[in-house]
């Protein structure tokens, strides 16, 4: 079990917005004053658009076109900044922090009401919040200790709390995008939070399929897909009494492994102690697998599901799909036509083969 700092230290930077320290036993945040000359935070929220073909909403934040791109390393905006002049981190060192998006694809407070004919947009309220997972910059979330990842799962937890009590927020996400090749534009190691006003797409189909199975069978349709995994067995790669990581048997990607905790969770704030910390050794165990794959660092999307315990959330399991576009040592799978025009993927690789080398590489 791990002793973890649970509350975390709490600043604003130069224009307003929030900064949270969570540090390891024994360190204790020492920030410094934010003296950049930061302009005015946008007080108007970006723009929600209403598709009517497909009923999703698309989210118009054109303010982003000017966020920080690929800087080089010795202006890195993730750094620590002791001089509180020259990072989003004013402060000699850190062990994790959270900050609120200085470039948001969603902001401020306030419902989103039901959806009328014609066009229709919106105020995009929400949040979106960056978390650093370490002060090094060339490091990664798989070369952190088992202590420093757990204390990243606290910290997701923790905003995961807060996020969802805010009034219009529907659905937290919390993600990490690793790699070049997957569009990242700083390399410090790093992930997000968004705090969205609706159910994302992919969540509405999810439910939609488990409310479905529901009806059929009385299960919930995740138990029982990890169920399913678990005695067909070629696909897991790696179990234990709290947790199982296994590749889905319809993977989309040419890497794809989802993790799964073995009872019913709708979220993290649901995990009790032995569970928080068994899912941060899963996970380092399975970023550490992907690293092992090839020569370099795999590139990867990691997608934390999360649901609130009401409806129509209630069949939501959490679970962690982690995905991977390059299919060889030298190639990418591109999602074009087929995927990005029709959503149909198409798989060059087995999900057995997959699972098969991931197992491997203990």
Known sequence: MFDIVTAPTRVNLADGRDLLFFGLPGHCPAPVADRRPLPPRDTNPPQLRFDRSTGQWVIIAAQRQDRTYKPPPDQCPLCPGPTGLTSEVPAPDYDVVVFENRFPALSGTGELRPVPEGFVSAPAYGRCEVICFSSNHTGSFAELTAAHARLVVEAWRHRTAEL???????????????????????????????????????????????????????????????????????????????????????????????????????????????????????????????DRMYSAPLPYISALHQFADTEPQQEGYFHVELMSIRRSAGALKYLAASESAMDAFISDVTPESVAHRLRELR
Not at 187 to 196: D, F, L, M
Not at 234 to 255: D, G, M
Request: include cysteine.
């Open 164 to 290: 969802m009590a805010r009034p219009g927020v529907e659905q937290v996400f919390c993600f990490e995008n690793r790699g070049e090749e997957i569009g990242v534009t700083l390399t410090h190691p790093h992930g997000q939070i968004y705090a969205y006003p609706y159910l994302t797409p992919r969540t509405v189909a999810m439910l939609h399929q488990a409310r479905s199975h529901r009806k059929r069978h009385g299960s919930n349709l995740f138990q029982d897909l990890l169920e399913w995994e678990v005695a067909e067995g070629s696909r897991v790669i790696a179990r234990n009494e709290l947790f199982t990581a296994f590749v889905p048997f319809a993977a989309r990607w040419p890497v794809e492994v989802h993790i799964y905790p073995n009872r019913f969770v709708r979220n993290l704030v649901e995990f009790d102690t032995a569970e928080l910390d068994g899912f941060a050794r899963i996970y380092l165990d399975v970023l550490r697998r992907f």
